[in-house]
């Protein structure tokens, strides 16, 4: 069973930069195609990036230019690179497949943007 561990989470000020991870187990990592979500309080979560297998990106309209989502399939970990930070980009950002997030959630890592 695949297994999804989040870290890199932080608090980090207004215009901060994170740089997330997400090591999932594994030997078919690199045939998957990879997002990452986000749960604001009292939201529900959202797609901010994807990566498919073959290369194709997707970001969210609300982080384009802001978060890079790049991977590493030999070390079947997939990153989000986070700048210009903003308070409304506080969450609990968890990875998973895309477009369908089929595995179980791992327990995410939180962000929090605040002065």
């Known amino acids: 069973q695949v297994q999804l561990v989040e870290s890199g989470g932080g608090l980090v000020q207004p215009g901060g930069s994170l740089r997330l991870s997400c090591r999932a187990s594994?030997?078919?990592?690199?045939?998957?195609?990879m997002g990452w979500y986000r749960q604001a309080p009292g939201k529900q979560r959202e797609l901010v990036a994807a990566?498919?297998?073959?290369?194709?990106?997707n970001y969210a309209d609300s982080v384009k230019g802001r978060f890079t989502i790049s991977r590493d399939n030999p070390k079947n970990t997939v990153y989000l690179q986070m700048n210009s930070l903003k308070p409304e980009d506080t969450a609990v950002y968890y990875c998973?497949?895309?477009?369908?997030?089929?595995?179980?959630w791992g327990q995410g890592t939180q962000v929090t943007v605040s002065s």
């Open positions: 594994g030997s078919i990592f690199s045939i998957m195609s």
């Open positions: 990566s498919t297998s073959s290369g194709s990106i």
């Open positions: 998973n497949t895309w477009p369908s997030p089929i595995i179980v």
